[in-house]
């Protein structure tokens, strides 16, 4: 059974930096595209980043230069570090894999950017 646990979520100040993890377990971690996405009360799910099993990685416009995604195979982990955060960064968090045909969802992890 796929499961995806997202952690390191929190509140900070406009400027700060936090750094998501997401554990994955019940795939082989090395062999799948790992994505980011964040959602708001009232709006869809946004696509924030993705790391290529190749390590190859995609941002959405909105968090270029701020933002890196990364992975630690030997740990079956997929990160998100978040620097120079603004309000708008606040959302719900979520890890995301697809894998034989499903999309499968961690928790999500809370993130709030307010002074």
């Known amino acids: 059974q796929v499961q995806l646990v997202e952690s390191g979520g929190g509140q900070v100040q406009p400027g700060g930096s936090l750094r998501l993890s997401c554990a994955a377990s019940g795939i082989i971690f090395i062999g799948y595209d790992m994505n980011w996405y964040r959602q708001t009360p009232g709006k869809q799910r946004e696509l924030v980043a993705t790391?290529?099993?190749?390590?190859?990685?995609t941002y959405t416009d909105s968090v270029k230069g701020r933002f890196t995604i990364s992975r630690a195979n030997a740990k079956n982990t997929a990160y998100l570090q978040m620097n120079n955060l603004k309000p708008e960064d606040t959302a719900i968090y979520y890890c995301?894999?697809?894998?034989?045909?499903?999309?499968?969802w961690g928790q999500g992890t809370q993130v709030t950017v307010s002074s």
């Open positions: 790391i290529t099993r190749g390590g190859t990685t």
């Open positions: 995301n894999v697809n894998f034989a045909q499903n999309s499968y």
